[in-house]
């Protein structure tokens, strides 16, 4: 009987902290940056997160992310290749935009906050983002919305034409 029980235990333990299992398809990373004034779109097409996120026990729960810089794109070709060079994302130095979780917490109304490391370009930015979380037994959806200050992560250099702000959106989807 001792040995079920402690079977059971063991059973339960192991799927309470299980990662989710990323739906590439439905898993987007999204920004929005003015540029002369006129709202550029786009995103990345590579992204890798990772998260054993449980909202009834915080605890021992985590989110990490691997973007693939070279897989930027904002419908222009030119513009896609200009924003992997030196003065931007410097691709060749710098593969990865890594953000990874230090805490994750819940307020008395359920909201569920993300305190984690951005790093972009080897710098590395502490940010505390919202997060909306929809979970059931098998499925998991994050919507995560920031602004990001671009001069933070030396993207860009000065510009009289382009905005310091670019709103991210990243909406992950998973299931168990």
Known sequence: MNKILILFLLATLTLSSQEWVQDKNKTTVLFKIKNFGIPVDG???NTD???NLNTKDLSNSYISATIM???IFTGIEARDK???ETDYFDALNHEKIISKSSKITKDVNGNITLF???SIKGIVKEMEIPLEVFEDNSILNLNASMLLNRKDFNL???SFVLSNNVKIQVE???TK
């Open 172 to 174: 992950y989807s998973a």
């Open 116 to 118: 984690a490391g951005l």
């Open 156 to 158: 860009g250099g000065r």
């Open 49 to 51: 997160i990772k998260t």
């Open 82 to 84: 200009h924003l992997l």
């Open 69 to 71: 810089v070279n897989t």
């Open 43 to 45: 995103g990345f097409k």
